[in-house]
């Protein structure tokens, strides 16, 4: 009997509740800023650098998940719908959002795709370990651009570019600001790899991640515990074996585990091959939600890790 009298003050609750919500959206909506949704965090960090109060920025996939296998709720679908502008890395990273973004750019909404204004790289052949995986295969497009710090200039660049021709928004001087910015990272982290010896600058990550760092940095890839440019790739007892081979091969210091990471197969590897496992945060953000700090901590965390 209680249960019928529940249920009217429930549904008092609920409806005040929907009022304050929609007052709420009401209250964002009016500020008259434009919206910008960013796929992924890291890329998102630093368009709310270059974009400031100009308008309003916001990431889809949350932070500390994985980009390549997060699916939309229907509120992000909407939330993409209903932007003047999404800007989404490409590449193949967004595997699980892919269907959401292929339907709202068909049905209009303007895009930016990041890996559009970089030199995109390519996996290169004898890199990692050769498998029957398509995405692994020499030649295959590697969507991880931020851990190169001018990859990110470029990608600032043609950004600040096109709010102003699509969107009316100017961030001229913002963007010069973080580009220089950016051009300072990097001559820090090149000056602080110069202090590793090159025969040390070796890579074995949870995936193939870490490929622009790599290219920017020279350091050697090795090998990734799954060999693949996504976290999704199958891994074989054959390819663990040739990975266990070229760790001691190649005197590797360190492997790397990410997110994504099997901690069971990155432990049993490290005790075959006596190789300790260093956590790597290389597709999350840090507290302070600065990509500056996250490329300082990528690098400091292999410098450390490798001498
Ligand atoms: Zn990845």
Request: net charge negative.
């Amino acid at each position: 009997m209680k249960g019928k009298y529940i249920l009217p003050a429930v549904l008092i609750t609920l409806t005040l509740l929907g009022m304050l919500a929609c007052h709420s959206n009401t209250v964002t909506s009016n500020t008259g800023k434009k919206s910008i949704v960013v796929t992924y965090s890291i890329l998102g960090s630093v368009v709310k650098e270059l974009v400031g109060d100009e308008a309003k920025v916001t990431v889809s996939i949350p932070n500390g998940l994985d980009p390549h296998e997060w699916e939309p709720s229907a509120k992000d679908i909407e939330a993409i719908n209903k932007a003047d502008l999404v800007i989404q890395n490409g590449l193949g990273l967004e595997g699980g959002l892919e269907k959401t973004l292929a339907k709202a750019k068909s049905s209009g909404v303007k895009f930016f795709t990041a890996s559009d204004y970089i030199t995109i790289r390519h996996v290169g052949s004898g890199e990692g370990i050769p498998s029957g995986d398509p995405d692994q295969a020499a030649g295959a497009e590697d969507p991880h651009l931020w851990t190169d710090p001018l990859a990110m200039k470029e990608i600032v660049s043609a950004l600040a570019s096109q709010l102003k021709s699509n969107l009316g928004i100017d961030v001229d001087a913002r963007a010069q600001d973080l580009e220089a910015r950016l051009d300072a990272l990097n001559g820090e982290i090149s000056d602080e790899v110069a202090t590793l010896p090159q025969d040390n600058r070796k890579l074995v990550t949870g995936h193939e991640s870490m490929g622009y760092f790599s290219q920017r940095y020279g350091f050697k890839l090795v090998g990734a515990i799954i060999p693949g440019t996504s976290t999704q790739a199958e891994v074989s007892a054959a390819d663990l074996a040739e990975l266990k081979k070229l760790i001691e091969e190649n005197r590797v210091k360190a492997i790397f585990a990410e997110l994504g990471t099997s901690s069971a197969v990155a432990k049993s590897i490290g005790e075959e091959t006596g190789t300790k496992i260093v956590k790597l945060a290389t597709h999350t953000m840090p507290d302070d939600g600065s990509y500056f700090t996250f490329e300082r901590n990528l690098a400091k965390t292999i410098i450390d890790a490798l001498k």
